[in-house]
């Protein structure tokens, strides 16, 4: 799966490494050189990202399962309890 950023969003990354060069390697690097570093760590390292976040999600969403049949749960069979509380009230 090739990881892809939005036009923007792969702009403001390349001007991101632009500076981070420039402020802590104390060099400049292009704007063509940012963007193919841009497209390595995106092929390198964005699958392990991508799927660290993907385990994470479903983590999640397992525990939401989990969780699902105490939120809809309704009590079966409670036709003769309501009839009967119902008979004392009056």
Do not use: C
Not at 58 to 87: C, N, P, S
């Amino acid at each position: 799966m090739t990881i892809e950023l939005p036009k923007e969003a792969q702009q403001q990354a390349v001007a991101s490494i632009e500076r981070y060069f420039l402020e802590n390697m104390d060099e400049r690097i292009g704007n063509i050189a940012a963007g193919a570093l841009l497209n390595f760590f995106l092929q390198e390292i964005g699958p392990a990202v991508y799927n660290q976040a993907v385990t994470k999600v479903q983590d999640r969403l397992q525990q939401r399962i989990m969780e699902l049949d105490i939120e809809v749960h309704e009590d079966e069979f409670t036709y003769w309890r309501k009839a009967e509380r119902g008979r004392k009230d009056k």
